[in-house]
């Protein structure tokens, strides 16, 4: 079986611009979690997306925002990028529910903002 | 305000020994606890887990050890190989809450010959 999938691996991007990152999870997962990982630190939780609606918003301005689709898979958008929001962009997936600890993560997106 | 800690940034052992790694957690909602591993250029990759009724779970050379009233957790491999050389990352998450994950800033395990 396929793990989680997320597109592109990496993206080099100009700051003030727009970015879309990608998600396919684990077939039959129909919960999606993003985080973001800056070099260093532990990755940091973003939201979650469980049945296609939002089901939990971690400290992250409006700036970011994401949604996800009849199939699972999930996007993560994020406006006006600033240099700080250079990182690696994971995606989790899982059962859902709110006992389904064990979240699958894909390889991730490496985001630079020049 | 980092909730989930783990002091030790790097850890090196040898070959069979045993490799113990550390984390601490302030937030006393935190009722599930989790091991993730990761190698360069891939995701975290789960290992083990525990739930906050429990003090000991155990899964082949990997046991995870909790102590709620130090707030403490520790994982521990035995023995050691070089294919356990990763960055350890300890997560933490609040009843009913299970996708929200609060990581660590994880340690640097080297397993030497």
């Known amino acids: 079986d396929a793990g989680v999938t997320q597109s592109p691996t990496h993206l080099i991007k100009t700051r003030g611009q727009h970015v879309t990152l990608r998600c396919s999870p684990i077939?039959?997962?129909?919960?999606v979690s993003w985080y973001q990982q800056v070099l260093g630190q532990g990755p940091q939780f973003i939201f979650q997306?469980?049945?296609?609606?939002?089901?939990g918003r971690g400290n992250f301005p409006d700036r970011f925002s994401a949604r996800q689709f009849p199939n699972y898979s999930s996007e993560l958008n994020v406006n006006a990028l600033l240099l700080g929001d250079s990182a690696l962009y994971l995606c989790?997936?899982?059962?859902?529910?709110?006992?389904?600890?064990?979240?699958?993560f894909g390889p991730g997106t490496r985001l630079t903002v020049t | 305000d980092q909730q989930v800690k783990q002091n030790s940034p790097s850890l090196s052992v040898q070959e069979g020994r045993i490799s113990i790694l550390n984390c601490d957690y302030t937030?006393?909602?935190?009722?599930?606890f989790l091991w993730y591993k990761k190698y360069p250029a891939e995701g975290p990759t789960f290992l083990i887990s525990?739930?906050?009724?429990?003090d000991k779970n155990e899964d082949g050379r990997f046991t995870v050890f909790l102590n709620k009233s130090a707030k403490h957790l520790s994982l521990h491999i035995v023995p050691s190989q070089p294919g356990d050389s990763a960055v350890y990352f300890c997560?933490?998450?609040?009843?009913?809450?299970?996708?929200?994950?609060?990581f660590g800033t994880g340690t640097r395990l080297q397993v030497t010959l």
């Open positions: 989790a997936s899982s059962l859902g529910g709110p006992s389904s600890y064990e979240q699958y």
């Open positions: 077939s039959g997962h129909k919960s």
């Open positions: 997306y469980y049945e296609k609606e939002e089901r």
């Open positions: 937030n006393s909602m935190f009722d599930y």
């Open positions: 525990i739930s906050s009724i429990k």
């Open positions: 997560a933490a998450s609040v009843a009913g809450t299970a996708s929200k994950l609060t």
